[in-house]
């Protein structure tokens, strides 16, 4: 009974915790042993970097059983803060750490009847695609486990993808959550910026990061954003005065719906089967009542350079806080700049460190006209593409999420190799667009995804779209 409520939707499990049908404690028995089946061992798929399931059960006890996530487990990026569990950010650094306060979208997924099952893997502080760059260990791709999981919110994909629970939170600052849902076979969401608070969040870079959702659906991960979203702005500056949308309702249908297919998003290098999934897709659009309307996004090839400074320049001011004095780990040397110096080289990974190194330099005095500013200007251009598209009437885009299926580890070991993963989706964290990713079928037996990309604080249109493709595709989405 729990095992089927498990494997169902996430208003499913609430509404039955809710009429006293299941309990939020034999739920996370339930969960526990899905993630003992799938999580553990050297083949294991390694989704958690900290989890207790003592602690789960006695966060269970005392959930409430009213609300619209009544008794559904769910598993948080370990970026996150909790007051349970790790607070790692996937980091040496921060190994152990646990945070003394709560993020406010975890704090709005407990008051609604969440259980917490653990805190995920990820790449370092969110400086990946893979979560390769993980100092305890990877997270593995669920439907091939030699492939990688995508990044950085591999963990919590891998979580929703492998049945232990049916809602995640991720984080995105250029793909991080969608990337991985489109590798991982299902829904992530990255809501307008401003949407969710940021509270809680460990930054990686400000003006880019979300917090965003992952679901088995549509519907799950539109329950979760509903949830999580809403003003915060005692917390967070940035937090926009708009109450939470309603995303559950939105009409089935696409009629006098225009939906755009930017040409730069479809590029001649677009495998023939990639460019089948998304055919598929269009049609699917098509037959809901959807206009198609073919338009261009100019300056999407500037974004993979804009944001390699702009994000490491923000990361490198942002993580200047890990000096060994107020946080995590210390590592002791020749007095106190000996300190910072062994505290920062040993805490960090190589990832991170390169982005501090060219964060650092992009905003120094002789080199910040030339590189940030520059990169500012382009953010601005990318911001007018999508504004202009979304003025001429098109209500919203469709693209693929990501140019290929998951690839196998250590196949990127080359970073920008790395970084073109992410050609789909960072355009959308510059312009601080809702953005998400559902399935839209396989490729070599690899799940792919399709993007929506909406006009700000149009999640609901988004939504609209999402729900349409997925009815009209029914199982062949995960063909
Ligand atoms: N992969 C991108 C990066 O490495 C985006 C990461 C993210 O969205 N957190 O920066």
Do not use: W
Not at 327 to 337: A, F, K, Q
Not at 419 to 446: C, H, K, Q, W
Not at 463 to 471: K, S
Request: with cysteine; net charge neutral.
């Amino acid at each position: 009974m729990t095992a089927s409520l498990l494997a169902g939707a996430a208003a499913g499990i609430a509404a039955a915790v809710q009429a006293g049908t299941a309990t939020a404690v034999a739920l996370v028995a339930e969960s526990f042993r899905r993630g003992r089946e799938v999580n553990a061992g050297r083949d294991g798929l390694n989704a958690f970097v900290s989890s207790d399931e003592d602690l789960s059960r006695a966060l269970a006890a005392s959930a409430p059983c009213g609300g619209p996530l009544a008794g559904v487990p769910v598993a948080i990026k370990d970026n996150i803060a909790t007051t349970y569990l790790t607070t790692s950010c996937g980091s040496k650094m921060l190994q152990g750490y646990v945070s003394p306060f709560e993020a406010t979208a975890a704090r709005k997924l407990r008051e609604a009847g969440a259980v917490l099952i653990g805190k995920t893997t990820m790449d370092e502080f969110g400086m990946g695609s893979s979560t390769e760059h993980c100092a305890f260990g990877s997270a593995k791709n669920p439907i091939d486990p030699t492939r990688v999981p995508g990044g950085s919110s591999g963990g919590s994909a891998v979580a929703v993808a492998a049945g232990i629970c049916p809602i995640a939170l991720g984080s995105e600052t250029g793909g991080s959550v969608r990337q991985p849902a489109a590798f991982c076979g299902i829904v992530g969401v990255k809501p307008t910026y401003g949407r969710v608070s940021r509270f809680g969040l460990v930054a990686f870079a400000s003006s880019l990061d979300h917090v965003g959702v992952f679901g088995r659906t549509v519907d799950d991960a539109a329950l979760a954003l509903e949830v999580i979203a809403g003003p915060d702005t005692a917390h967070d500056a940035t937090s926009a005065v708009r109450e939470s949308p309603a995303l559950r309702h939105v009409a089935r249908d696409l009629e006098a719906m225009i939906i755009g297919l930017p040409r730069e998003y479809f590029p001649a290098s677009l495998s023939a089967e990639m460019r089948d999934r998304c055919d598929r897709a269009i049609a699917a659009l098509r037959a809901r009542g959807a206009e198609i309307r073919h338009v261009s996004l100019p300056n999407t090839a500037l974004a993979i350079p804009a944001y390699y400074i702009i994000a490491p320049a923000e990361c490198a001011a942002n993580l200047a806080r890990f000096d060994g004095v107020r946080y995590g780990v210390r590592i002791d040397g020749d007095g106190l700049v000996g300190m910072y110096e062994a505290t920062r080289s040993g805490g960090f990974g190589a990832e991170v460190t390169r982005r501090i190194l060219l964060g650092t330099y992009v905003l120094s005095a002789g080199y910040y006209d030339a590189y940030y500013r520059k990169a500012m200007q382009v953010r601005e251009r990318i911001r007018q593409d999508f504004a202009a598209v979304f003025a001429s009437g098109v209500h919203a885009l469709f693209t693929p999420t990501t140019p290929t299926p998951a690839f196998r580890f250590g196949e990127r070991s080359d970073p920008y190799a790395m970084y073109l993963s992410d050609i789909f989706t960072v355009t959308a964290n510059l312009a601080e667009l809702p953005a998400m990713s559902l399935p839209i079928g396989r490729v070599t037996g690899l799940p792919v995804g399709g993007q929506v990309i909406a006009p700000k604080f149009a999640e609901a249109d988004m939504f609209r779209v999402a729900y349409a493709l997925e009815a009209e595709l029914g199982q062949a989405a995960h063909r």
